[in-house]
Nanobody
């Protein structure tokens, strides 16, 4: 059974940090590119960060560059999103994603709320 199980969201004050995790199972995780998306209320889902295959290049949305870091641990079949210097506009439901040219899997989503 293919699964991406997320953890690590929650409520944090502006300027704070959170780390999201996403554990994969049921497929060859190391062969998939990985990414994080987010969707704020009333807005479309947007790409936050990704790690490509095969080069392992990282790409970030301009709004998170220098604050967020995407990483992966293939031995643990896990991807991460370290989020620092969080802002209220980072409030959204965050989704992990693993994809190839012909397959794509999504996590269940986790709420991140940045508020004082």
């Amino acid at each position: 059974q293919v699964q991406l199980v997320q953890s690590g969201g929650g409520l944090v004050q502006p300027g704070g940090s959170l780390r999201l995790s996403c554990v994969a199972s049921g497929f060859a995780f190391s062969r998939y590119a990985v990414s994080w998306y987010r969707q704020a209320p009333g807005k479309e889902r947007e790409l936050v960060a990704e790690i490509t295959i095969p080069l392992g290049s990282t790409n970030y949305a301009d709004s998170v560059k220098g604050r967020f870091t995407i990483s992966r641990d293939n031995a643990k079949s896990t991807m991460y999103l370290q989020m620092n210097s969080l802002k209220p506009e980072d409030t959204a439901v965050y989704y992990c994603n693993a994809y190839t040219v012909d397959q794509e899997y999504w996590g269940q989503g986790t709420q991140v709320t940045v508020s004082s």
